[in-house]
T-cell receptor, first 115, second 115 residues
Framework: AQKITQTQPGMFVQEKEAVTLDCTYD???????LFWYKQPSSGEMIFLIY??????QNATEGRYSLNFQKARKSANLVISASQLGDSAMYFC????????????FGDGTTLTVKP | EPEVTQTPSHQVTQMGQEVILRCVPI?????FYWYRQILGQKVEFLVS????????KSEIFDDQFSVERPDGSNFTLKIRSTKLEDSAMYFC?????????????FGEGSRLTVL
């Protein structure tokens, strides 16, 4: 079974500062993928970044980076230079070995960027 | 850019009525999913579909739910006899093949309100 834990229901950050959103996971699959999605108030789900369990380097996509610590089973999302438009709900998710396997989502973290 | 489309965007129905939510996944994707999100809560897996059959389903996906891919493009979720607790946002998602396309592509969701 897969489990994703996001321990921060809400986070605040000042505009232009960096913020880290925590995510820990648990799985027995030897191979898995970790994802972060953003859900703004409009409701759509937007893919941000992906990290494969065998990737040697941490994933980066523009202002987003994933701090992947495999031994600690953590996959924290770092947003640099926060913008007002970053205010949203952020979900960490995991997919197991089968390529078509389901993704399991955490409870989400609501990020509010203050001007 | 290809996208997943869902209809209707919002449906209001009476308890006990049947509802069909429709999705057109991205055309070259092979794996299809339905997720649901009760307002402000986590994203819950309902069912995955591959090669014209259900590959996995959750405990939520009981006998009142069914999925179909009737014509090779549409992917539908039917709720046979709606209950009040079925009120939620229902997301369709699809996924391609290969490591670098592991993310889910979500539709904009269908909001179901059961009265």
């Amino acid at each position: 079974a897969q489990k994703i834990t996001q321990t921060q229901p809400g986070m605040f950050v000042q505009e232009k500062e960096a913020v880290t959103l925590d995510c820990t996971y648990d799985t027995s699959d030897p191979s898995y993928g970790l994802f972060w999605y953003k859900q703004p108030s409009s409701g759509e789900m937007i893919f941000l970044i992906y990290q494969g369990s065998y990737d040697q380097q941490n994933a980066t996509e523009g202002r987003y980076s994933l701090n992947f610590q495999k031994a600690r089973k953590s996959a924290n999302l770092v947003i640099s230079a926060s913008q007002l438009g970053d205010s949203a709900m952020y979900f960490c998710a995991m997919r197991g070995s089968p390529p078509g396997g389901k993704s399991t989502f955490g409870d989400g973290t609501t990020l509010t960027v203050k001007p | 850019e290809p996208e997943v489309t869902q209809t209707p965007s919002h449906q209001v129905t009476q308890m006990g009525q049947e509802v069909i939510l429709r999705c057109v996944p991205i055309s070259n994707h092979l794996y299809f999913y339905w997720y649901r999100q009760i307002l402000g809560q986590k994203v819950e897996f309902l069912v995955s579909f591959y090669n014209n059959e259900i590959s996995e389903k959750s405990e939520i996906f009981d006998d009142q739910f069914s999925v179909e891919r009737p014509d090779g493009s549409n992917f539908t979720l039917k709720i046979r006899s709606t209950k009040l607790e079925d009120s939620a946002m229902y997301f369709c998602a699809s996924r391609g093949q290969g490591r670098n396309t592991g993310e889910l592509f979500f539709g904009e969701g269908s909001r179901l309100t059961v009265l």
